[in-house]
């Protein structure tokens, strides 16, 4: 899949979590909304770090045709969720800290899930899983090699290429967005303090800071 159609449907998947899961308020809606666009990015890591881990040993270039297991395993949602239960949080932080790691597992676990639907899978053992190659094209960098053990979902239904199968999922997503800013805007139309709310909290951080500048206020931190 391509990288703007994992961030759309990590995008997607965090607010319908947020929508139907989670009990929020109109005024947490609002608040978190930039927060998700920003955790959204978080889904186009793994691919990112292939650019590191995918590299030939013989001509120590990049070959950009795998999927390492240390960012692509099934298992990676699992070891974060075990790194996120070791660190000690304070119980007024808690709720906050409980969303933040939600987006973030959501975010890659989406990944995962979308590479899961390709042909290439994603590598079950220690070795990556190297993308099959199209013998009409001669690559400098690889043997031919077929994919090692892996898992995929319905066989894989979606070359990661396949231009209708990214352009579906964006529109999707895309539509998902749109509907949940639409019932966000509702609720503020219909409930106007929380705009009131809102201005309040803005402006009693934005008189804190410039309290801090002027000396007036000590540093919290």
Request: glycine fraction near 4%; proline fraction near 6%.
């Amino acid at each position: 899949m391509k990288n703007i159609t994992h961030y759309y449907f990590a995008v997607a998947i965090i607010l319908v979590d947020i929508w139907l899961l989670d009990p929020l308020s109109s005024l947490e809606k609002l608040l978190l909304f930039p927060v998700v666009i920003g955790a959204g990015s978080l889904t186009l890591l793994p691919n990112k770090l292939e650019k590191w881990l995918c590299i030939d040993r013989k001509t120590r270039t990049c070959t950009e045709r795998c999927r390492h297991p240390l960012t692509h395993h099934p298992v990676l949602v699992f070891v974060l969720i075990w790194i996120f239960g070791l660190i000690p949080i304070t119980p007024p932080y808690f709720r906050v800290y409980h969303l933040l790691a939600k987006m973030i597992l959501l975010a890659i676990g989406s990944h995962l899930v979308l590479d899961m639907l390709t042909p290439e899978g994603l590598p079950l053992g220690l070795t990556p899983t190297v993308f099959c190659q199209d013998d009409t094209k001669n690559y400098s960098f690889n043997d031919i090699t077929k994919p090692r053990m892996r898992l995929r979902l319905f066989q894989g239904i979606f070359s990661r290429d396949s231009s209708n199968a990214n352009r579906n999922i964006i529109l999707t997503s895309k539509l998902i967005l749109l509907v949940y800013c639409f019932v966000l805007v509702l609720e503020i139309t219909y409930n106007p303090e929380i705009l009131t709310t809102l201005y309040q909290i803005v402006f009693a951080h934005l008189n804190g800071w410039i309290m801090l500048v002027k000396g007036e206020l000590k540093p919290w931190f």
